[in-house]
């Protein structure tokens, strides 16, 4: 008897421990027609879930719920009692009738006016700066964040493809999401802890890492940054949260009323503080807004907790859907502290409800506040990088001691799934695979060849033209690494090299030593700001498809060294030497010039075809918020765009190393991308440039046009190369991306989410007489003193891979000139 009684003790403990409540289903009108954003929650919690435009939900909740309340404006709220523990593909009908006596009816777009939900987000505006951290000027807190990968939809038809086979052993992580759920298989999982310090007199704010895992390959350093930068911080008082370089409306932002309809649903004590529940929805489709709901403070008009939902048709691509969740932490009365903030992204090539894809998830968590400590103004300066290869050394006992939140079963899964995988050989041939298409190049064992996409390229001087390439690579952190190639062109007959070398001497302040050694045939005048790197090589000098002839190249030969130092982050200084030599690779185009003008005696004058020239210049960059990874020679961004300035001066030596010409050239450039908020991203680049002395065509400052059918930044769309040379120039460049604002307001042009750009580009220049003097070229000098403009309209993400953009020259315009073009680009952009 006792063994019974004990034994049903355990059951009973047994069956609450693992207690949940899982329901799922549509809710639909007396027409059968899906109701969207209605609220579903479990009666007497704050659990809750706004549906989708299908009309679909799915609420689970860790405790026994009994029952499930239904309700959206205008239709008469239904409590349904749940029999079973699990009940999904429910199927619920909302009649229209009358509403409970204390809710009040709108349409399905809520007014504006007398509507109490409006009167506490008013108030909500009214308090906001004197929330959270804001209150205090000075703030400590430690930092724990997760993010994990999870391959979701997963069904039997899936675990039984050929690709899996082998790695079948997978599959027994499979889980259910709680916020969608769908099946997912965790397959990847890094941690992180750290500390926050923020100063809001100085506008300072600084992290630092204690501690890294993760279920690790090479990459995942690269991956972590990537992935942590798509989920950069944001605060949900803001008026526009960024999310993938896009702008979404906070429901808590001024502009909110314009884009959402609000309903006060509910009101309850949340850890034994009175709050007012608020349902969101957006007022139109295909706009970066969210659904969800809050639960906002009757005295401080904190927030206590949120949930923001992007609704599927918003326009972004790659993306089903983006879940988040904050929970605030009460400190004392009058101060709400954010202590958890949860984000899931459903990552898909499509957004049908049934398509497979992958779970990027983040959880970060934060306690232990010390606040109004104050610390010197350089603890606040950024470190260049960090070193400390202790971060990513700590034993299990230390995580175990100091992670936040244990991790569940799945979550410690994962660790052991990946080591295993790691000796498959199949997963490795996979893996491999992924990396040669992420990063160009086919690694050799220490050796990596490509890039591929440079392998096969045509001009009218060469012809067809192969290229075969590669460089060194141990890891993304080597502090040396050597590149080279080879090309022959079929029309030329002749074979082109270059090599160059990297070697990080000091990796504190990042002194870095380049050499390189380049011949080969160039489009110069592709743009203002040449670069001395011998790798590099501009798409007009290759481009398979042209319009027009692309003849006007030159054969280069260039030998360069430099030094390059990052006194502070983001900001480098390079001190260069280089020596070049110039000639026309083409018969129909010359670059010759005057050494010694015609005169009476000699009425030919004395010209030279060859430019050979040392030159030595000094660079200055700063990145202003430029994100980047790795530790090594060569470091890859993670975050863009961003704002950069760049200045150049350069000087020319006569007769060193038989040098034929004495000059100074000053070059400044400067890009900034402006958020404009619910309008889209505007950016703006300037250069301005100007060369002292008496220098030919071969080292003017040409104007850089595009005679490809691509789009290529810094360029002029309807300028042939060489149409304008100066040397003293000014441009700018204005981009603006409405990001689809107009097209979703426009019927049967919502669903393709198209986006919409305009551009304005302008340059202005002069050349000296001097310099027009020594021209025996037979190219007829031209510079846009009159300021030569051009303007563009385009539409983008067509297929989402795909931008057409449509060009009308502004002025200089003559019968043999380019006054319309169409140009396209490629790209995988959110």
């Given at each position: 008897m006792k063994d019974k009684i004990f034994l049903g003790l355990l059951l009973l403990i047994v069956s609450f421990s693992f207690a949940q409540t899982k329901v799922s289903g549509v809710v639909l009108d007396e027409k059968n027609k899906p109701v969207a954003y209605a609220n579903v929650a479990f009666v007497g919690t704050s659990e809750g879930i706004v549906t989708n435009e299908d009309g679909r939900f799915y609420l689970e909740s860790e405790g026994i719920r009994k029952t499930l309340q239904v309700?959206?404006?205008?239709?008469?709220?239904?409590?349904?009692?749940?029999?079973?523990?699990?009940?999904?593909?429910?199927?619920?009908?909302?009649?229209?009738?009358?509403?409970?006596?204390e809710v009040k009816i709108y349409n399905a777009k809520t007014s504006k006016k007398n509507n109490p939900a409006i009167d506490i987000l008013r108030k909500i505006w009214e308090r906001k700066r004197q929330n959270g951290l804001r209150q205090f000027k000075q703030y400590e807190m430690e930092k724990y964040e997760k993010l994990e990968f999870d391959m979701n939809t997963i069904d039997s038809a899936f675990m039984k493809r050929k690709i899996f086979k082998g790695m079948e052993f997978i599959f027994n992580s499979v889980d259910t999401s709680r916020i969608t759920g769908k099946?997912?298989?965790?397959?990847?999982?890094?941690?992180?802890?750290?500390?926050?310090?923020?100063?809001?007199?100085?506008?300072?704010?600084?992290?630092?890492?204690?501690?890294?895992?993760?279920?690790?390959?090479?990459?995942?350093?690269?991956?972590?940054?990537?992935?942590?930068?798509?989920?950069?911080?944001?605060?949900?008082?803001?008026?526009?949260?960024?999310?993938?370089?896009?702008?979404?409306?906070?429901?808590?932002?001024?502009?909110?009323?314009?884009?959402?309809?609000?309903?006060?649903?509910?009101?309850?004590?949340?850890?034994?503080?009175?709050?007012?529940?608020i349902v969101y929805y957006p007022r139109r489709k295909s706009e970066?807004?969210?659904?969800?709901?809050?639960?906002?403070?009757?005295?401080?008009?904190?927030?206590?907790?949120?949930?923001?939902?992007?609704?599927?048709?918003?326009?972004?691509?790659?993306?089903?859907?983006?879940?988040?969740?904050?929970?605030?932490?009460?400190?004392?009365?009058?101060?709400f502290l954010l202590k958890r903030d949860y984000i899931m992204t459903d990552f898909a090539i499509s957004k049908k409800e049934d398509s497979k894809g992958i779970?990027?998830?983040?959880?970060?968590?934060?306690?232990?506040?010390?606040?109004?400590?104050?610390?010197?103004?350089?603890?606040?300066?950024?470190?260049?990088?960090?070193?400390?290869?202790?971060?990513?050394?700590?034993?299990?006992e230390y995580w175990e001691e100091n992670r936040f939140e244990h991790l569940n079963k799945d979550e410690k899964g994962v660790y052991k799934m990946l080591d295993v995988l790691q000796t498959n050989k199949k997963f490795l041939r996979i893996y491999d695979l992924v990396q040669i298409i992420g990063s160009g190049y086919i690694n050799y064992g220490g050796i990596d060849v490509g890039p591929l996409l440079s392998t096969i390229g045509y001009n009218e001087v060469e012809g067809l033209r192969l290229r075969v390439g590669g460089r060194t690579y141990f890891g993304e952190n080597d502090p040396w690494r050597v590149q080279g190639y080879t090309a022959y062109g079929f029309k030329d007959n002749k074979f082109k090299y270059g090599i160059s070398g990297k070697w990080m001497v000091e990796p504190k302040s990042r002194l870095i030593l380049s050499f390189g050694n380049r011949r080969d045939v160039e489009q110069i005048g592709a743009s203002f700001t040449e670069s001395n790197d011998v790798m590099s090589r501009s798409f007009a000098s290759s481009s398979l498809f042209t319009a027009g002839n692309n003849g006007k190249l030159t054969n280069v030969s260039l030998t360069?060294?430099?030094?390059?130092?990052?006194?502070?982050?983001?900001?480098?200084?390079?001190?260069?030497?280089?020596?070049?030599?110039?000639?026309?690779?083409?018969?129909?185009?010359?670059?010759?010039?005057?050494?010694?003008?015609?005169?009476?005696?000699?009425?030919?004058?004395?010209?030279?075809?060859?430019?050979?020239?040392?030159?030595?210049?000094?660079?200055?960059?700063?990145?202003?918020?430029?994100?980047?990874?790795?530790?090594?020679?060569?470091?890859?961004?993670?975050?863009?765009?961003?704002?950069?300035?760049?200045?150049?001066?350069?000087?020319?030596f006569k007769d060193v190393w038989d040098s034929d010409f004495d000059y100074n050239k000053v070059q400044l450039y400067y890009r900034q991308p402006l958020n404009m908020g619910g309008i889209g991203r505007l950016d703006v680049t300037t250069e301005l440039g100007k060369t002292f002395g008496e220098v030919p065509l071969a080292l003017l400052s040409i104007v850089p046009g595009n005679q490809t059918y691509w789009t290529i930044p810094g360029t002029f769309n309807l300028l042939d190369f060489?149409?304008?040379?100066?040397?003293?120039?000014?441009?700018?460049?204005?981009?603006?991306?409405?990001?689809?604002?107009?097209?979703?307001?426009?019927?049967?042009?919502?669903?393709?989410?198209?986006?919409?750009?305009?551009?304005?580009?302008?340059?202005?220049?002069?050349?000296?007489?001097?310099?027009?003097?020594i021209n025996a070229s037979g190219l007829l000098y031209r510079a846009?003193?009159?300021?030569?403009?051009?303007?563009?309209?385009?539409?983008?993400?067509?297929?989402?891979?795909?931008?057409?953009?449509?060009?009308w020259r502004g002025n200089y315009i003559t019968p043999n000139t380019n006054n319309f073009g169409v140009k396209a680009s490629f790209g995988i952009k959110f």
């Open positions: 309700s959206f404006i205008g239709y008469t709220t239904q409590d349904i009692n749940l029999e079973k523990a699990v009940t999904y593909n429910m199927k619920v009908i909302l009649s229209s009738g009358e509403e409970l006596a099946t997912y298989l965790p397959i990847f999982i890094n941690e992180a802890i750290g500390r926050v310090y923020g100063d809001n007199v100085r506008g300072k704010v600084k992290e630092t890492l204690e501690a890294n895992k993760n279920s690790g390959f090479s990459g995942n350093q690269q991956i972590t940054s990537y992935v942590s930068d798509l989920y950069a911080d944001y605060d949900i008082y803001d008026n526009y949260l960024k999310f993938f370089d896009k702008a979404f409306t906070s429901p808590l932002s001024r502009t909110g009323i314009d884009v959402y309809n609000y309903v006060l649903a509910d009101s309850s004590f949340i850890e034994n503080k009175w709050c007012y529940n970066l807004t969210f659904k969800g709901d809050f639960w906002v403070n009757d005295t401080t008009w904190a927030i206590k907790k949120i949930n923001l939902e992007v609704t599927k048709s918003a326009n972004i691509n790659w993306v089903k859907e983006i879940y988040i969740e904050q929970d605030f932490d009460v400190l004392n009365d009058s101060v779970y990027g998830k983040r959880t970060t968590m934060f306690r232990n506040h010390i606040f109004d400590k104050e610390r010197p103004e350089d603890f606040y300066k950024p470190e260049i990088q960090n070193t400390d290869p202790e971060v990513y050394l700590k034993p299990d360069s060294f430099s030094a390059q130092v990052e006194p502070a982050k983001n900001f480098t200084i390079q001190a260069g030497l280089s020596y070049r030599t110039l000639i026309s690779a083409s018969e129909e185009f010359s670059m010759d010039y005057y050494t010694a003008l015609p005169t009476t005696i000699n009425p030919l004058g004395e010209i030279q075809s060859r430019v050979k020239q040392s030159e030595v210049n000094l660079q200055l960059d700063y990145s202003f918020t430029r994100k980047t990874v790795g530790s090594g020679v060569e470091r890859r961004t993670t975050n863009r765009p961003y704002a950069e300035l760049f200045l150049n001066f350069s000087h020319g060489y149409e304008f040379q100066t040397d003293t120039y000014a441009t700018i460049q204005l981009q603006h991306n409405f990001g689809g604002r107009i097209f979703s307001r426009i019927p049967f042009l919502r669903k393709l989410n198209w986006r919409e750009t305009v551009g304005f580009k302008g340059v202005y220049g002069t050349i000296s007489d001097k310099n027009r003097a846009p003193e009159d300021f030569y403009y051009e303007y563009n309209a385009g539409i983008g993400n067509i297929f989402k891979v795909l931008k057409i953009e449509f060009a």
